[in-house]
């Protein structure tokens, strides 16, 4: 009887350490930025696409002209999306379904649009996202005249 209680509680212990290893990947949440920028590779120029749409789950994420840039969040490792690009001023637009794998150790994730399209490999057309710490200015000190100077009379 003893044995058996021993062995339901391992096998609880490890179907709960398997479930929560499983959330742990599946349930890792991103935000994805998408900068339509030009970028150069090996000499090579990548330009920037006159208009580009993002579709993330059926919907518009972002809407990006030339160096702009729009995001996303996302849960899980296998992201999708849908880009509606227009290349130069009056071209038609085409539609590019896109699946990307998303690093596990990354929470912001930077995706050169330009780049990804032109098929080059994931580390140069992705980056991560560092915000920028905001520089302290040092407050001056402000005369307020009560001292001017001419000494004690």
Not at 99 to 124: R, W
Request: proline fraction near 4%.
């Amino acid at each position: 009887m003893n044995k058996k209680k021993w062995i339901a509680r391992g096998c609880t212990v490890a179907i709960l350490l398997i479930a929560a290893a499983v959330m742990f990947v599946i349930g890792r949440g991103h935000t994805v930025y998408f900068d339509n920028k030009t970028a150069e590779y090996e000499g090579v120029e990548y330009a920037a696409f006159q208009r580009v749409n993002v579709y993330v789950k059926g919907e518009r994420a972002a809407k990006l002209g030339k160096r702009e840039r729009g995001m996303a969040t996302w849960i899980g490792q296998h992201f999708r999306m849908e880009l509606e690009i227009t290349e130069n001023k009056g071209d038609e637009e085409k539609t590019v379904p896109v699946s990307i794998t998303l690093p596990f150790g990354m929470d912001g994730i930077v995706v050169n649009l330009p780049q990804l399209v032109a098929g080059l490999p994931q580390e140069v057309w992705q980056s991560e996202f560092i915000p920028a710490v905001p520089v302290e200015e040092e407050e001056e000190e402000i005369d307020t005249g009560e001292d001017i100077g001419l000494g004690d009379f």
